[in-house]
């Protein structure tokens, strides 16, 4: 089941890198927790429920800015099961057109059932 697991991660990656923001929500259970509470970010540190829930986490963060520019690593299985992916992420200021890189991040996915049930983010330097 591990393989399958990472299989979705790195397809919800393949998705994220072609700006296709509906085909990801086939893979998330309806139910879905999106756990940014580690984010360290004003205004988006919540844990966000559900395909509304995300879509919602989503509107808020892009509010900021006019692009996204990622890479990521290939997603990895742990232990317990959850998938993570390294992910480095540089923005550009909604208005001023100034690039912004952030600190390396961990998302951990946790999928059950084909779905991803769970999202977290952590910060690499808190793993």
């Known amino acids: 089941m591990g393989r399958e697991n990472v299989e979705?991660?790195?397809r919800l990656y393949e998705c994220f890198r072609a700006r296709d923001n509906d085909t990801p929500f086939d893979f998330?259970?309806?139910?879905?927790?999106?756990?940014?509470?580690?984010?360290?970010?004003?205004?988006?540190?919540?844990?966000?429920?559900?395909h509304e829930g995300v879509r919602e986490f989503?509107?808020?963060?892009?509010?900021?800015?006019d692009e996204i520019d990622f890479d990521s690593d290939e997603p990895i299985e742990l232990e317990n099961g959850q998938v993570a992916v390294l992910v480095r992420q540089r923005n550009c200021g909604r208005g001023?057109?100034?690039?912004?890189?952030?600190?390396?991040?961990?998302?951990?996915?946790?999928?059950?059932d084909?779905?991803?049930?769970?999202?977290?983010?952590r910060w690499a330097d808190d793993t």
Do not use: S
């Open 96 to 112: 001023t057109g100034i690039w912004v890189d952030m600190d390396p991040y961990y998302h951990r996915w946790t999928v059950a």
């Open 58 to 65: 989503w509107r808020q963060w892009l509010e900021a800015w």
């Open 28 to 50: 998330y259970a309806d139910d879905i927790v999106w756990d940014a509470t580690a984010t360290r970010i004003p205004g988006l540190e919540h844990v966000y429920r559900g």
């Open 8 to 10: 979705i991660v790195r």
């Open 114 to 121: 084909g779905k991803v049930i769970h999202l977290e983010f």
